[in-house]
């Protein structure tokens, strides 16, 4: 299993329309103490965007050819979702 770190998203690395705010989800300030918190960047156009910093194990298993895996724990709805390398145009698309 992989040891990726949630970080506090860098904003240059996004193509914003409007502003955007950081919301931080779950975590022991928030009473819930079995998840690490959760730094976000809301956007105005309704995306929330997160970031995660590898560790050189995480490096060495993609390297590999081991897949990234992303689960949603939605109660089984799946929304919209993009999983990148890099930053992101999150400006409204016309």
Do not use: H
């Not at 976000?40 to 910093?53: D, E, F, H, I, K």
């Not at 298993?61 to 390398?85: A, F, W, Y």
């Amino acid at each position: 299993m992989a040891n990726m770190t949630p970080i506090k998203p860098n904003r240059e690395m996004f193509l914003l329309d409007g502003p955007a705010y950081e919301r931080t989800y779950g975590g022991p300030d928030i009473g819930q103490p079995q998840f690490i918190p959760l730094p976000t960047l809301v956007t105005a156009n309704g995306s929330v965007v997160t970031q995660w910093q590898l560790d050189p194990n995480d490096l060495e298993m993609l390297k590999s050819g081991v897949p990234i895996t992303l689960e949603l724990q939605t109660g089984g709805s799946c929304p919209p979702m993009r999983l990148v390398v890099g930053g992101l145009d999150l400006r409204e698309q016309p």
